[in-house]
């Protein structure tokens, strides 16, 4: 069955970075567009960041537009999110999803906590 599984997220200070990892099973990994998802404390989750198949295609929200990076390796049938000069509003967990055959597919997520 399909499985997405974040890993990477953690504790850092504002201004820093971290690199988180999706790896995907159960599905032909390289024939799906993936997205990043975020929902903070609160607030509806949203979507960060999407990459299509080839990984050549990256759209962002804007308030992580030039800080934020999408990333595949379809070898290793994981995307990547490297996220630079973090903000406290960057505080959320984290989700990977695809969608396949009009059915969405979430990761249990990664939490990331920005704060000093």
């Known amino acids: 069955q399909v499985q997405l599984v974040e890993s990477g997220g953690g504790l850092v200070q504002p201004g820093g970075s971290l690199r988180l990892s999706c790896a995907a099973s159960?599905?032909?990994?390289?024939?799906?567009?993936m997205n990043w998802y975020r929902q903070a404390p609160g607030k509806e989750r949203e979507m960060v960041a999407q990459?299509?198949?080839?990984?050549?295609?990256?759209t962002y929200a804007e308030s992580v537009k030039d800080r934020f990076t999408m990333s595949r390796d379809n070898a290793k049938e994981t995307v990547y999110l490297q996220m630079n000069s973090l903000k406290p509003e960057d505080t959320a967990v984290y989700y990977c999803?695809?969608?396949?055959?009009?059915?969405?597919?979430w990761g249990r997520g990664t939490r990331v906590t920005v704060s000093s």
């Open positions: 999803h695809t969608r396949r055959a009009s059915r969405d597919y």
């Open positions: 159960g599905f032909t990994f390289s024939s799906y567009a």
């Open positions: 990459i299509g198949i080839f990984g050549s295609s990256t």
